[in-house]
């Protein structure tokens, strides 16, 4: 399946909804230190409705210790997601095994890291143009919904 990667998120109830999404679809979902709050916070198992035993959530250090885990492990292609990003969502064929990786709402992911990928592999939503951005959890849910369209819903019922 897909992985969701959110880099330092900051707002319970997006993490929350995003445990909710995983529950539902199989993705896994990594978030990257530090939080904006405790796992154990209530708004987040109210956004999660105690969601988050049906999934898989793993919490790492840093960027480098995922990727370390994830090239032992995963076999797909990391796509950023980000309002400066050029490449239309619906315009990649994704696989099971890619990763998404959204940066922490009130900032996004950093500029230099966004650098060292290629500029294909930074992923958009079209918005109007005096748009700021999406809500963390619905981006998230659009993206994940195109994968799995993509892949024929594969495991889902």
Same mark, same amino acid.
């Given at each position: 399946?897909?992985?969701?990667?959110?880099?330092?998120?900051?707002?319970?109830?997006?993490?929350?909804?995003?445990?909710?999404?995983?529950?539902?679809?199989?993705?896994?979902?990594?978030?990257?230190?530090?939080?904006?709050?405790?796992?154990?916070?209530?708004?987040?198992?109210? /956004?999660?409705?105690?969601?988050?035993?049906?999934?898989?959530?793993?919490?790492?250090?840093?960027?480098?210790?995922?990727?370390?885990?994830?090239?032992?492990?995963?076999?797909? #292609?990391?796509?950023?997601?980000?309002?400066?990003? #050029?490449?239309?969502?619906?315009?990649?064929?994704?696989?099971?095994?890619?990763?998404?990786?959204?940066?922490?709402? #009130?900032?996004?992911?950093?500029?230099?890291?966004?650098?060292?990928? /290629?500029?294909?592999?930074?992923?958009?939503?079209?918005?109007?143009?005096?748009?700021?951005?999406?809500?963390?959890?619905? /981006?998230?849910?659009?993206?994940?919904?195109?994968?799995?369209?993509?892949?024929?819903?594969?495991?889902?019922?």
């Amino acid at each position: 399946m897909f992985n969701i990667i959110l880099y330092q998120p900051e707002i319970p109830p997006n993490t929350g909804n995003i445990i909710r999404l995983c529950a539902n679809t199989g993705c896994h979902l990594h978030l990257i230190e530090p939080l904006g709050f405790e796992l154990d916070d209530k708004k987040l198992r109210r /956004a999660g409705l105690d969601y988050h035993e049906w999934a898989d959530v793993q919490t790492h250090a840093s960027l480098p210790e995922l990727y370390a885990k994830l090239k032992s492990t995963a076999t797909g #292609t990391v796509y950023a997601l980000s309002t400066r990003g #050029t490449q239309n969502y619906s315009d990649i064929s994704y696989s099971p095994g890619d990763s998404l990786i959204f940066g922490p709402e #009130t900032r996004g992911l950093p500029q230099d890291y966004l650098d060292s990928l /290629a500029p294909e592999k930074i992923l958009r939503l079209p918005m109007l143009g005096n748009s700021r951005s999406l809500n963390l959890s619905n /981006a998230a849910a659009v993206i994940v919904y195109e994968a799995l369209r993509q892949n024929s819903f594969a495991g889902l019922g």
